[in-house]
């Protein structure tokens, strides 16, 4: 950062009066703050990083009351930067505010996936490391711990045999068909014996059943694993508990249970069911009905939902759940998103694969792609069907997509400038700039979204500057208001 546009960032930060999801302020004005662990954690844990700033006065109005010592500080900083594992290298900007006050600000940089948590050393791992949550450091849990441990250590809880599992809780009719599929799909494995296949495959562990072998061939994997099933529910309205006409939470409910392929085929049939159709005559008078949601686009989120879930101990009482509202369909699972990819990354690249054992089988099973094609399909379906883009969100310990059935208008300019509007909105919950928003549109020009889109969102009061003073710096982010 120059010290122009820390001059920028403290003027925003007296203008806006908040501390935000990427910035912390620190007074500093009589010495060190002696607790900078804990923002040093959870800024090195967060995507994209954060920035301390020093010299800033939140209680006083925003006040800038400068630091106590600029050189002195920055020793300081970087002596609490030692303590932390890994270590965290702060990058010092200061400058002189106007009254005379020197303000110091360390911007700290995200650490690789394969080197978090970032946490304070004297504290321990459990006990110092932090994750931000809007302005506030707050302890991890135990779970979202472990969720950066699983990457790291390269856990594969698909492969966690399950002692009190036999050969005998296999169905044998589900097992000869996919040895049958496999030595066609895969013709040098099938060279071996049944035993080694399953050895090899995840399915078992020194012949014990592990997670993969029971929720692919079990005859009842929730035997062993009661919630790792699917809730299946419509709900009344466009929220859960808005009650009916006579008083009833949902129009449908239904626990969905058995192998993954046969929850995947249940979960389709309780969709279909509630769904409406749309009769649509052509001109030589042929019928045919368009489902709400397009089919092949509710069952790739259903599948990868299975596929990807998280199978550790920690989520075993966390079922997945398909909630069909009055105007959109959600997907939710646990586990968030796995290794390296963030939400704007999906479909654009491979990703790191939490269960590839049973995303693997699966191919046999399912004749499935394990090749990253899925959320283009997804998003290739939405449009084809004249629907808004699908919506992805990742938390640390949930994953969720939502398909909305609001369609098209007939002037299909309109209804486009309002689908990007929507997904510019959702992608600004932190700040982006103009480059990275015209990537996520497909649009070559930045020029043309600030014009066409960002600009009368702005007007709206729907998205901000993180510099208003200067609209053409190009240091310019925008975010959702």
């Given at each position: 950062m120059t010290e122009a546009e820390l001059k920028q960032l403290i003027t925003q930060i007296c203008n806006q009066k908040c501390e935000k999801q990427t910035i912390e302020i620190k007074k500093a004005a009589k010495g060190n703050p002696e607790r900078l662990y804990d923002t040093l954690s959870s800024f090195s844990n967060q995507t994209?990083?954060?920035?301390?700033?020093?010299?800033?006065?939140?209680?006083?109005?925003?006040?800038?009351?400068?630091?106590?010592?600029?050189?002195?500080?920055?020793?300081?900083?970087?002596?609490?930067?030692?303590?932390?594992?890994?270590?965290v290298r702060p990058v010092f900007t200061v400058t002189q505010w106007e009254n005379g006050k020197?303000?110091?600000?360390?911007?700290?940089?995200?650490c690789e996936p394969e080197n978090k948590p970032c946490f304070y050393k004297?504290?321990?791992?459990?006990?110092?490391?932090?994750?931000?949550?809007?302005?506030?450091?707050?302890?991890?849990?135990?779970?979202?711990i472990y969720s950066y441990e699983v990457y790291k250590r390269k856990i594969r809880d698909e492969l966690r045999p399950i002692e009190r599992a036999t050969r005998n809780d296999f169905n044998e009719d589900i097992l000869n068909g996919y040895f049958s599929k496999l030595r066609l799909a895969k013709p040098q494995l099938a060279k071996h014996n049944e035993d080694r296949i399953m050895q090899l495959q995840g399915l078992t562990d020194n012949n014990i059943p592990t997670v993969a072998g029971l929720?692919?061939?079990?005859?009842?994997?929730?035997?062993?694993?009661?919630?790792?099933?699917?809730?299946?529910m419509v709900v009344n309205g466009t929220q859960i508990g808005i009650p009916g006409d006579n008083g009833e939470r949902f129009v449908d409910n239904k626990r969905l249970e058995g192998t993954i392929p046969q929850m995947l085929e249940d979960a389709l049939i309780f969709v279909r069911r509630?769904?409406?159709?749309?009769?649509?005559?052509?001109?030589?008078?042929?019928r045919t009905d368009k489902p709400e949601y397009p089919l092949v686009a509710v069952r790739e989120i259903i599948l990868n939902a299975l596929i990807h879930r998280d199978y550790s101990v920690h989520t075993e009482d966390s079922p997945i759940r398909v909630i069909l509202y009055s105007d959109r369909l959600v997907v939710e699972n646990p586990g968030g998103i796995y290794g390296r990819l963030t939400v704007n990354d999906l479909g654009k690249m491979p990703a790191d694969t939490r269960n590839p054992f049973i995303a693997g089988n699966l191919e046999v099973l399912l004749n499935t792609e394990n090749?990253?094609?899925?959320?283009?399909?997804?998003?290739?379906?939405?449009?084809?069907?004249?629907?808004?883009?699908?919506?992805?969100?990742?938390?640390?310990?949930?994953?969720?997509?939502t398909l909305y059935n609001e369609r098209k208008q007939v002037d299909a300019a309109v209804s486009t400038n309002g689908q990007a509007q929507d997904r510019i909105l959702q992608f600004c919950k932190t700040p982006k700039t103009k480059e990275e928003i015209a990537d996520i549109l497909n649009i070559e020009t930045p020029y043309y979204v600030v014009t066409k889109y960002l600009k009368p969102l702005i007007e709206a009061g729907r998205?901000?500057?993180?510099?208003?003073?200067?609209?053409?710096?190009?240091?310019?982010?925008?975010y959702t208001v």
């Amino acid at each position: 950062m120059t010290e122009a546009e820390l001059k920028q960032l403290i003027t925003q930060i007296c203008n806006q009066k908040c501390e935000k999801q990427t910035i912390e302020i620190k007074k500093a004005a009589k010495g060190n703050p002696e607790r900078l662990y804990d923002t040093l954690s959870s800024f090195s844990n967060q995507t994209g990083g954060g920035i301390l700033v020093f010299g800033i006065d939140e209680k006083n109005n925003y006040d800038i009351c400068g630091v106590y010592d600029a050189q002195d500080l920055q020793v300081q900083v970087t002596n609490a930067a030692l303590q932390m594992e890994p270590v965290v290298r702060p990058v010092f900007t200061v400058t002189q505010w106007e009254n005379g006050k020197m303000v110091v600000c360390a911007e700290i940089s995200e650490c690789e996936p394969e080197n978090k948590p970032c946490f304070y050393k004297a504290a321990g791992r459990i006990r110092g490391s932090y994750v931000r949550v809007g302005e506030a450091d707050v302890p991890m849990t135990e779970y979202e711990i472990y969720s950066y441990e699983v990457y790291k250590r390269k856990i594969r809880d698909e492969l966690r045999p399950i002692e009190r599992a036999t050969r005998n809780d296999f169905n044998e009719d589900i097992l000869n068909g996919y040895f049958s599929k496999l030595r066609l799909a895969k013709p040098q494995l099938a060279k071996h014996n049944e035993d080694r296949i399953m050895q090899l495959q995840g399915l078992t562990d020194n012949n014990i059943p592990t997670v993969a072998g029971l929720m692919l061939f079990s005859d009842y994997p929730q035997a062993f694993f009661p919630q790792m099933s699917i809730t299946a529910m419509v709900v009344n309205g466009t929220q859960i508990g808005i009650p009916g006409d006579n008083g009833e939470r949902f129009v449908d409910n239904k626990r969905l249970e058995g192998t993954i392929p046969q929850m995947l085929e249940d979960a389709l049939i309780f969709v279909r069911r509630n769904i409406r159709n749309a009769v649509i005559i052509d001109e030589s008078g042929k019928r045919t009905d368009k489902p709400e949601y397009p089919l092949v686009a509710v069952r790739e989120i259903i599948l990868n939902a299975l596929i990807h879930r998280d199978y550790s101990v920690h989520t075993e009482d966390s079922p997945i759940r398909v909630i069909l509202y009055s105007d959109r369909l959600v997907v939710e699972n646990p586990g968030g998103i796995y290794g390296r990819l963030t939400v704007n990354d999906l479909g654009k690249m491979p990703a790191d694969t939490r269960n590839p054992f049973i995303a693997g089988n699966l191919e046999v099973l399912l004749n499935t792609e394990n090749r990253f094609s899925g959320i283009p399909t997804v998003y290739a379906e939405m449009e084809k069907a004249g629907l808004q883009p699908p919506v992805f969100e990742s938390f640390r310990g949930n994953f969720k997509v939502t398909l909305y059935n609001e369609r098209k208008q007939v002037d299909a300019a309109v209804s486009t400038n309002g689908q990007a509007q929507d997904r510019i909105l959702q992608f600004c919950k932190t700040p982006k700039t103009k480059e990275e928003i015209a990537d996520i549109l497909n649009i070559e020009t930045p020029y043309y979204v600030v014009t066409k889109y960002l600009k009368p969102l702005i007007e709206a009061g729907r998205l901000a500057m993180t510099i208003p003073e200067k609209p053409k710096s190009k240091h310019q982010k925008y975010y959702t208001v």
